[in-house]
């Protein structure tokens, strides 16, 4: 399962077991409201009717380093197909059965592959998953996407259609273009608003982390001269990618290149004002920081 996967020529594999019973670590609370952040989620069970498991052994994905090993599969767990269908809206519950197969490369790295089956239990048509690095465009699976929360509300994650290497190359640009916006603003608006928000030395993008449409009131201005939306900078709270090798969630530094760390953001964004007031004047920026949304 590689940067490249495409469906391959039917090959069986080890047949299912009718029930899968698998506790993995993630995010969301489950239905159920015990399990709590990063603990044991909600099991993923279900029972597989014989043509689902005929369905499932039929699936084979292929990538550049040659064919993948079958290891195991399970029902996917539900939190995380929930989460799943925020990139991926035909991974939706209502919409079809999704069932984790992992399996291994030749040298011996696990990989998880999300297939979906109809609702039905016919096992007809089963599908892989795959998506595309919204950076690089290399394809993706879904357990190789980042997922992401923000401060508004930390336990609803979200994933992205983003590979890990592509937001490590992401993470040493977006500081220098954040201040960029503040040094030449825009419009007045924008240039309010940020300093209100203050300094931002976390992971953003509206593209790749947009904003739910709940909290954009907050991370967007009009341009008073074209009446344009301006999206502002929005940081994440916190990131994670799935580990197939552990069954759990890895976390993902959320840091900026070049940006504060918490205990010098204070001291850091203090100095920067003073850099904006020797531009524009004490009296207006203590203004624009004061004023309304």
């Not at 195991?72 to 995380?80: F, N, T």
Request: hydrophobic share 35%; glycine share 6%.
């Amino acid at each position: 399962f590689g940067s490249r996967l495409r469906a391959a020529r039917v090959t069986p594999v080890p047949a299912l077991l009718g029930a899968t019973n698998l506790q993995a670590k993630t995010g969301n609370l489950c239905q159920c409201g015990v399990h709590k952040l990063y603990g044991a989620a909600s099991v993923g069970k279900m029972e597989f009717t014989a043509a689902e498991q005929t369905a499932i052994k039929s699936v084979q994905v292929e990538c550049n380093d040659g064919k993948l090993t079958f290891v195991s599969c399970r029902a996917l767990e539900p939190d995380r197909q929930r989460i799943f269908a925020t990139a991926f809206p035909e991974c939706t519950p209502e919409a079809a059965k999704a069932v984790a197969i992992t399996a291994t490369t030749p040298a011996s790295t696990k990989k998880e592959a999300t297939v979906l089956l109809p609702l039905d239990g016919s096992g007809g048509n089963p599908r892989v998953v795959v998506g595309s690095c919204q950076i690089t465009f290399e394809d993706l699976l879904p357990s190789e996407c980042i997922e992401y929360t923000f401060d508004e509300a930390p336990s609803d994650w979200k994933m992205s259609q983003l590979s890990l290497e592509a937001l490590e190359n992401y993470r040493s640009k977006k500081f220098e273009a954040w201040r960029g916006m503040l040094v030449e603003p825009t419009c007045e608006a924008q240039f309010r608003r940020m300093l209100q928000i203050g300094c931002v030395a976390k992971l953003y993008d509206p593209h790749v982390f947009p904003t739910p449409e709940a909290q954009k009131g907050m991370y967007q201005v009009t341009d008073e001269r074209t009446g344009k939306l301006i999206a502002l900078p929005h940081p994440v709270k916190e990131l994670r990618i799935w580990d197939a090798e552990t069954n759990s969630y890895t976390a993902v530094a959320t840091q900026l290149a070049g940006a504060p760390s918490d205990e010098q953001k204070d001291e850091w964004w203090s100095n920067f004002l003073k850099e904006l007031e020797a531009k524009h004047g004490r009296e207006y920026i203590e203004g624009l920081i004061a004023g309304g949304r």
